[in-house]
């Protein structure tokens, strides 16, 4: 089986750790990333050794990359995934994949069309403990769930200019960490 050749569409600091993770994978192989900064691309793909593009048009145009991790900010998923899809590229998206379900709609229509994968990478799902929680839950063990009580939050203060604390990046306690106990509410 070839080796999957990933792109990534963002480099803060969670695309850093997709780059580091995808090292350990004998089926995937990261090749290239991009930015809206072009030093920005430049830094983050020095010491992984792969290409920078000056655009996500670019890395989306390469013909040797088969999926791209969008890693940039919430605001422009929707965009983003978009174009990937029309590129056809397979799209792993950090969570939020969009900020509403229309543009949820909206892309799994267009991943069907294109014959892409389309995923959100929210990361809680995939753990043994929910997974087995789920596995009790198929088999009745646990019986029906009448409701979820969660908390999850980060320790510390943001600053007013931090990206989780502007709405026109779509930042905010619901999208950025809500979705990990909606997410988990959902699964059971």
Not at 8 to 16: E, F, K, L, T
Not at 25 to 45: N, P, V, Y
Not at 77 to 87: G, N, P, S, V
Request: aromatic fraction near 8%; include cysteine.
């Amino acid at each position: 089986m070839a080796k999957v050749n990933w792109g990534i569409i963002g480099c803060g600091n969670i695309a850093h750790t997709f780059a580091k993770s995808i090292a350990h994978c004998s089926d995937a192989q990261l090749i290239g990333a991009a930015s809206t900064s072009m030093q920005r691309a430049k830094e983050f793909a020095t010491p992984y050794n792969i290409q920078d593009y000056e655009s996500y048009q670019a890395l989306m145009q390469c013909p040797n990359i088969d999926a791209i991790y969008i890693a940039n900010t919430h605001d422009q998923h929707f965009k983003t995934i978009a174009q990937c899809l029309k590129h056809n590229k397979h799209v792993l998206s950090e969570k939020p994949i969009t900020v509403n379900a229309k543009q949820l709609q909206s892309l799994t229509k267009l991943a069907k069309q294109q014959n892409c994968f389309l995923m959100e990478g929210v990361w809680m799902r995939f753990l043994p403990a929910i997974v087995k929680l789920q596995q009790l839950l198929r088999e009745d063990v646990i019986g029906n769930v009448h409701s979820v009580n969660a908390n999850f939050s980060l320790p510390g203060s943001f600053a007013d200019t931090h990206r989780l604390m502007n709405p026109v990046t779509a930042g905010g306690a619901l999208l950025d960490l809500g979705i990990y106990p909606i997410s988990i509410a959902d699964v059971v």
